[in-house]
Nanobody
Framework: QVQLVESGGGLVQAGDSLRLSCAAS????????MGWFRQAPGKEREFVAT????????AYADSVKGRFTISRDNAKNTVYLQMNSLKPEDTAVYYC????????????????WGQGTQVTVSS
């Protein structure tokens, strides 16, 4: 099992940037892919981005493509989500999760989850 701790959330204005971090422990970090999901109030959790073990393949939801970038540092056991040009509709709790599937976007393909970090974007 992998323990995940997200950080970096906060309250920002539309157009601002934030970088979320997710620190992992428990299993060798480079042996699994990682993903970011988010859940807005009253909505189901949705896929945001995913990255493979090596970082060579990345995939994004259409709603964040061109604005968000997922990356990882296997030496630091950390995955990041750089969020630029934030919009009020990006307001949500953001979760990181582990996966053994390449490019998977379905929540059921992810195994271990963090507790989430709140991102609030004001207009």
């Amino acid at each position: 099992q992998v323990q995940l701790v997200e950080s970096g959330g906060g309250l920002v204005q539309a157009g601002d940037s934030l970088r979320l971090s997710c620190a992992a422990s428990g299993r060798t970090f480079s042996t699994y892919g990682m993903g970011w999901f988010r859940q807005a109030p009253g909505k189901e959790r949705e896929f945001v981005a995913t990255i493979t073990r090596s970082g060579m393949i990345r995939a994004y939801a259409d709603s964040v493509k061109g604005r968000f970038t997922i990356s990882r540092d296997n030496a630091k056991n950390t995955v990041y989500l750089q969020m630029n040009s934030l919009k009020p509709e990006d307001t949500a709790v953001y979760y990181c999760a582990t996966t053994r599937v390449v490019g998977g976007t379905a929540e059921g393909l992810y195994d271990d989850w963090g507790q989430g970090t709140q991102v609030t974007v004001s207009s």
